[in-house]
């Protein structure tokens, strides 16, 4: 099936590995034009560079800090200057440090807002004009399973994504007149760097091995597995394309039958 995607401008944030690299793959791989930032250099322009060796396709990359305006103001600005306009946006950002209420005190908590809830708004703000004279767009927020399902010890993620997920699904009633979608894209247990540093955290805490961590939480998953930031990346692709042009205010869980809630 043809996604659509060929020719759109994709912007993927935090993108120079994991979740964000596999939806800016497979982006690529159906032909869009697609831009990357990161806060880490030079992998992001190592992984622009592979990227385009791989598929072929025109990819930008931008050095960026998801805490702050100006830079993704400086990352839009570059590629509309490039690329003429955007298309999509993939909202996305290292989640906030792991531990439970105890842990944290007001500095923590502001940085988790910075980085997770105020960078969302902020991305979002930076594409809405070009979106707009468009007349279409796709945003999609990367957000987690804690959003349904709170987790122990991400009680920061817990409160912030969610916070995430509220504003897209207000975003989509706003914006669906101007022919803008706003979803979410849930990941459950894919093999990122993200996923072996809690388990790591976990094993540290817990003084459990990290072999026997990862083995019991694969064991959690109907299907037996971590997934794979490629198949992440690729429902990320169709939410983003004009597949889904009738979907809007979603939010898609990708674990391995994982979740257990019916909503």
Request: hydrophobic share 40%; net charge negative; charged share 20%.
């Amino acid at each position: 099936m043809d996604l659509g995607l060929r020719g759109k401008s994709i912007m993927v944030a935090a993108a120079s590995r994991g979740l964000g690299y596999g939806i800016a793959r497979q982006a690529a791989k159906e032909g869009a034009r697609v831009s990357i930032a990161a806060p880490t250099e030079p992998r992001v322009h190592e992984s622009a560079k592979c990227l385009r060796e791989e598929t072929g396709a025109e990819v930008i990359s931008c050095a960026f800090d998801a805490r702050d305006e100006g830079s993704i103001t400086e990352w839009c600005n570059t590629t509309i200057a490039q690329f003429g306009g955007i298309d999509g946006l993939v909202v996305n950002a290292g989640g906030p440090p792991a531990g439970l209420f105890d842990d944290f005190d007001d500095s923590d908590w502001q940085a988790a807002f910075e980085l997770t809830l105020l960078s969302s708004v902020r991305m979002i703000r930076s594409v809405l004009p070009s979106m707009r004279e468009r007349g279409s767009g796709s945003i999609l927020t990367v957000t987690s399973s804690s959003v349904k399902e709170p987790i122990d010890m991400l009680l920061l993620s817990n409160v912030m994504r969610s916070g995430v997920t509220s504003l897209a699904k207000s975003l989509s009633q706003q914006l669906a007149g101007e022919g803008i979608r706003v979803n979410n894209l849930v990941p459950g247990a894919i093999n990122t760097d993200r996923l072996r540093g809690l388990m790591q955290t976990q094993s540290e805490r817990t003084g459990v091995p990290f072999e026997e961590i990862s083995k019991a939480r694969a064991a959690t998953v109907p299907m037996g597995r971590f997934g794979e930031a490629d198949e992440f990346g690729q429902a990320g692709a169709f939410l983003l394309s004009d597949a889904a042009a009738y979907i809007t205010g979603e939010t898609l869980v990708v674990d391995g039958g994982a979740m257990k809630t019916v909503w």
